[in-house]
Each structure stands twice: as structure tokens, then as C-alpha cells.
């Protein structure tokens, strides 16, 4: 069995889109934007939030990019866990996995909302919370799954993800995969994880 789960949030654990396309929604009406569709959205997640504002209106509104930022931040801070649900399994598996084993979220998502949404959706089962702001550099730099993993005094841990970012980032810090293909992966290419489920309960079957 492993002795450290490291999960990322959203597209593994919680389908965290319902909330921010409500953000990009509300913002780009208010501020008089074209709407990005849904699937822009969610292609635009993973990178970090100020990537994300601009990946989604860098193009047409360049020199409108912090303005844009500032509005959908505050939203979201305001309405972080409205809509979002946890995936299928997911609270089963933390709950389950949290009994002898710690478990950690590793996001790149800001840190005061990974801070918010979590407890909101798992209680106590999550051991602690790392966002952008809590690591030296965001995936799929290695160094912040580096540094929880000699924190907790981890030999054999799992990272759970759903990106090409996510397989990256554990590659690079040699710790072995596992990608939920019903995450926010849009078909691309997981062959380099180390394992694939689209049932996140059967992670209770990896070892």
C-alpha cells in the first residue's frame, strides 16, 4: 500500500467548472466580454488562475487582463462551492484511503480557494491543502510535490490527477501516476501515467 496519497482538485477530485464558468459568465456580461464557451473554459484550466484569465481573454482583451482577473477572482472567492460537486467516488475514496494513510491536495488552483473548497467537500479526511501560493513553483515544476513528500516522510506515494500537466509533474518528481480519464483531459494522449481508472474508487485497488 502507499503511505501518501497526493491528489489534485479540479478534474480529479471535484468537478470545480459549474462555479467558475459562473465566474467567467457573470464577469463577461458585467464587463461587456465575449462569452468563451464552456469547453474554452475548461481547456483553460490547470495552469494557474491569472493563466487561466488570460489564456481564456488575452486575445481580444489584452490590456483588460487585470481588470478581468480582479472581477472573476472576486467572484469566485464569493461563490467558490455553489455548484461544484465532488466526482463520483470521490468522498468515499478520502474517507477511506484517510483512515491509515494521509491524504494531500497538490493544486495549482489560488490557495484560498483550495482552502475553502475542501473542507467544504471532505471535512477532516483531507490531511492539509497545498495551492499555488504554498509551494516554490506550480506543476508540473516537481519542487512542491518534492517538498510535501519529504515533509510527510513519504517512500512509496501515489499522485492522482487528470492532466497532461499532472502525468508531467510526476514524472518529473518520479512518483508514480494515476490519471482519472473523467477529469478535464479533453482525450488527449494519458499513456504516461503509471495507471488509468475512470472509477476513482478502484485507486483502492493500486498498489
Not at 477530485?13 to 467558475?20: A, S
Not at 489584452?62 to 466526482?87: G, L, M, N, V, W
Not at 513553483?137 to 516522510?153: L, W
Not at 501515489?158 to 508514480?176: C, H, M, Q, R
Amino acid at each position: 500500500m502507499y503511505d501518501l496519497y497526493l491528489f489534485d482538485l479540479d478534474g480529479t477530485l471535484i468537478d470545480t467548472m459549474p462555479d467558475v464558468y459562473a465566474a467567467v459568465e457573470t464577469v463577461s456580461k458585467r464587463l461587456n466580454l465575449a462569452l468563451p464557451t464552456l469547453e474554452e473554459t475548461e481547456l483553460a484550466v490547470g495552469g494557474g488562475f491569472h493563466a487561466f484569465v488570460e489564456i481564456l481573454f488575452g486575445n481580444n482583451h489584452p490590456d483588460r487582463i487585470e481588470e478581468i482577473y480582479q472581477a472573476i477572482y472576486t467572484h469566485y472567492d464569493e461563490h467558490p462551492f455553489e455548484k461544484s460537486k465532488p466526482f463520483p467516488g470521490a468522498v468515499e475514496l478520502v474517507e477511506t484511503l484517510s483512515k491509515n494513510v494521509p491524504c494531500i491536495v497538490l493544486t495549482n488552483k489560488t490557495s484560498l480557494f483550495a482552502k475553502k473548497i475542501i473542507p467544504a467537500a471532505f471535512g477532516a479526511s483531507m490531511k492539509e491543502v497545498f495551492g499555488a501560493e504554498d509551494v516554490p513553483a506550480i506543476k508540473p515544476d516537481p519542487r512542491g510535490m518534492q517538498m510535501i513528500i519529504e515533509k510527510y516522510g513519504a517512500e512509496k506515494p501515489l499522485f492522482v490527477g487528470d492532466s497532461i500537466i499532472d502525468i508531467e509533474t510526476a514524472k518529473a518528481a518520479n512518483v508514480p501516476m494515476c490519471v482519472y480519464t473523467l477529469g478535464y483531459n479533453h482525450g488527449k494522449d494519458l499513456s504516461g501515467a503509471t495507471f488509468q481508472v475512470s472509477n476513482l474508487l478502484d485507486v483502492l485497488k493500486l498498489s
